[in-house]
Structure formats: structure tokens, C-alpha cells
């Protein structure tokens, strides 16, 4: 890979964390609410049997409302699970009351209530990112597990949640960098068709 892109993706890695973290808690909350309410609307999460999707760290987008709507609307719901270096497999979520700490800080079910969900089930993906922009492109924070996951899932819809901020009109991207099949922020919802 280009030194500059890699570059460039770094500092734009940093910006965005700094963003994140200079977000005042109640802003986050609201966000989130629009954020996770444009999803719940959008057909992609209505016509979803089986979602995956992440445990969120304290300064992304908060996923607990999505999880709470899943469960009363019966849909599957799967999180990461680290299982080498580079490489996840989705497991099954019970309850939110299965997550405990695990590798690199992110949260995942416990190991005495794990089930692997099969790959092929997974109907809808909530990507996480530190940026996207208007093309679909996707900047990963950094250790390439879900790129290289999301080609296991080809037949899944791909979801970035995002912060405004978070959204831009281009962003460095390779050709090895999977897009996105939608983007939503707080005030719009991006559709791509796939390549």
C-alpha cells in the first residue's frame, strides 16, 4: 500500500478519535437515538432476520437501543469474537447481561454461553469505522478484521453508523477496502449499489 494513503488514513484515524472524544456525553446520547432510529426505520433492518453488530466502547455511536429493539422484535443478533489474530466469528448474543470484556478491550459473550452463528445467516452487518465517505468507502480503525470479514459474508448488507462528523466527500481508499452498501448519520441516509 501507497505510504501516503497509509498516511493519510492515520491522521484522519487520529482527528476523528479526537472528535469522538471531545463529544459531550448528552450530544453522543441523542446522536446515537437519531442515529439507531434511522436505522429501525430503514428496510435493510426491517427485512433482517439475523444482524451482527458491535458491543459499542464508550465513544462510538451507543448501539443499546438497537440491541433492546432487536430482542422485542425477535431477530437474531450476533457480535465479534476474536479467535486469532485478524479474524472473527460472529457469535450469538443472549442477553446483554452475556457481555464481558474481551480481547483489545471490545465487549463479546461470555465463554460459557457462546454459539458461532453460521456465516451464511448473517442478513445485515453494522460496520464499525473511524470514517466513511459519499462513495461508500470505509476507513477501519486500523486492524483490517473486518475487511477481511466482510468477504466471508459477501451476501450480507453492509451498514456503516456514523456521526456527521464522521462523514466525508472522500476519504483515502484501496482497492482492497470493502464499501459500504449504506451509510446513516444523524440527518441522512446514503444507499451505494454494489460493484
Do not use: W
Amino acid at each position: 500500500m501507497d505510504n501516503t494513503i497509509i498516511e493519510q488514513k492515520k491522521a484522519l484515524r487520529k482527528e476523528i478519535r479526537s472528535k469522538r472524544a471531545a463529544l459531550p456525553q448528552d450530544e453522543r446520547e441523542l446522536a446515537s437515538h437519531k442515529i439507531v432510529s434511522n436505522l429501525i426505520e430503514n428496510p435493510i433492518y426491517k427485512n433482517a432476520a439475523t444482524i451482527m453488530a458491535y458491543a459499542s466502547m464508550p465513544e462510538e455511536i451507543q448501539l443499546n437501543e438497537l440491541f433492546d429493539h432487536a430482542f422485542v422484535n425477535n431477530k437474531v443478533i450476533a457480535v465479534p469474537l476474536i479467535v486469532g489474530r485478524g479474524t472473527m466469528r460472529p457469535v450469538f448474543l443472549p442477553s446483554m447481561d452475556s457481555l464481558v470484556v474481551g480481547d483489545f478491550g471490545i465487549l463479546t459473550v461470555r465463554q460459557d454461553c457462546r454459539t458461532f452463528v453460521d456465516f451464511e445467516d448473517i442478513d445485515c452487518i453494522i460496520v464499525p469505522g473511524a470514517a466513511f465517505d459519499r462513495q461508500g468507502n470505509r476507513l477501519g480503525l486500523g486492524g483490517g478484521y473486518y475487511d477481511r470479514f466482510l468477504m466471508r459474508v459477501p451476501n450480507a448488507q453492509r451498514v456503516a453508523l456514523a456521526f456527521d462528523f464522521e462523514l466525508f466527500d472522500s476519504i483515502p481508499a484501496t482497492s482492497r477496502d470493502i464499501k459500504m452498501d449504506i451509510i446513516i448519520t444523524e440527518n441522512e441516509t446514503l444507499t451505494f449499489a454494489r460493484e
